[in-house]
């Protein structure tokens, strides 16, 4: 004789997408009062008075807005960059270091040529160099994944370490006035390489690109028979190989293009927005976008608000931390906890709990 569990869960069936979506809407609502109750409790702030700072420091003013659809950008970027490996389960943590490669290509060319070359061509070799650089960092650890089957996680996580000192050595080297450890802005003078404002707005260009690339990345996983690849190979590698795909290949393929795209998001971060190169500029969106990806379960479509969810979260509980003049730390845990409940939601789409009666003893 033993003793039944209190609880046992069950795989629900697929639910239709209004239940889902009623799903992930509570799971905000909760967030919302269990965050709400810790603020009063740690505050004393009224809630409702602290939601309101979220959103006015994220949307308050037309150029928080803006700034808040940049920062969108670049996350959705990287984002668009990790689904094709992550729906061919190829695990990709280096988006950090494929998007500082990208940008690092990007000041290259800016501080070797910016005086040197008409803007028009000038674009083109950042842009170029830029997607080289990315797709190069990217494709290493997918080599040697295909050849010899390394760990992808570890691989490309180390990748991220080994980029972020080369461009502190670089920085150092470049670093205005010498030994400062700062590049400072490039080509401030001359404004060789910046990306131009659009009708005053200066991340305009930064923003469309984005917007096509979406389109882009959600036509060839859809409608491509590469994206069809991509999906077989995540499913079973051994179904792959039966139908006659080149796994390999599709790996270093995948990994090519997952590469080039975070180049692009190094390319349009310097020479777009910052104007300069760090060790910070990719800003753990690299990480971020990981999660952004899971949400919108690499549905390009869907990342655009898991993306813009995110960025509305941080840009607010960072207005939250000024405005009432908070340790940073507090609104990482409103932004944590708002955070927690949505992605846990997910659980509960997926799965649901069966309470047994009176937790009774059964036969074994």
């Known amino acids: ?141 997918a080599i040697f994944k295909a050849k010899w089957g390394t760990n992808e996680t570890l691989f490309t996580l180390m990748m991220n370490y080994i980029a972020i000192q080369i461009i502190g050595y670089f920085v150092l080297e470049w670093s205005v006035p010498k030994g400062s450890g700062q590049i400072g802005v490039i080509n401030q003078n001359t404004q060789a390489g910046w990306i131009p404002a659009i009708a005053g707005k200066a991340y305009l260009v930064n923003i469309i690109v984005v917007i096509v690339l979406t389109i882009l990345v959600y036509v060839y996983l859809t409608y491509t028979k590469h994206g069809y690849e991509i999906t077989v190979v995540g499913e079973s590698e051994r179904t792959a190989r039966y139908i006659g795909i080149d796994v390999k290949k599709v790996i270093i393929r995948t990994m090519l293009l997952s590469g080039a795209i975070c180049g692009i998001a190094g390319f349009l971060l310097v020479a777009g ?24 379960k690499f549905n390009p479509i869907w990342m655009v608000l898991t993306a813009l969810l995110i960025c509305f979260l941080q840009k607010g509980a960072g207005e939250i931390a000024t405005m009432y003049q908070l340790n940073l730390s507090f609104s990482d845990i409103i932004t944590g906890i708002i955070i927690f409940f949505i992605v846990g939601c997910e659980f509960f789409i997926n799965y649901r709990i069966i309470f047994n009666r009176h937790g009774k003893e059964v036969k074994a």
């Open 1 to 141: 004789m033993h003793k039944e569990p209190l609880f046992h869960l069950v795989k629900r069936p697929a639910i239709k997408w209004y239940e889902a979506w009623f799903i992930r809407i509570m799971s905000v609502v909760f967030a919302l009062i269990v965050a709400g109750i810790i603020t009063l409790a740690l505050t004393g702030l009224n809630p409702i008075k602290v939601y309101l700072t979220m959103i006015d420091g994220a949307i308050g003013t037309v150029r928080r807005s803006w700034a808040l659809a940049q920062k969108t950008a670049m996350l959705l970027c990287i984002a668009l960059a990790l689904t094709p490996a992550f729906r061919m389960r190829f695990w990709n943590t280096g988006a950090e270091g494929q998007v500082l490669a990208g940008g690092m290509a990007t000041a290259t060319v800016m501080l070797l040529f910016g005086n040197k070359l008409p803007n028009g061509l000038l674009f083109v070799f950042m842009f170029v160099a830029a997607v080289l650089a990315g797709a190069v960092w990217g494709v290493i650890p």
């Open 273 to 296: 927005s910052d104007h300069t190169i760090t060790k910070d500029t990719a800003g753990g969106n690299g990480f971020t976008a990981i999660m952004v990806c899971w949400l919108a």
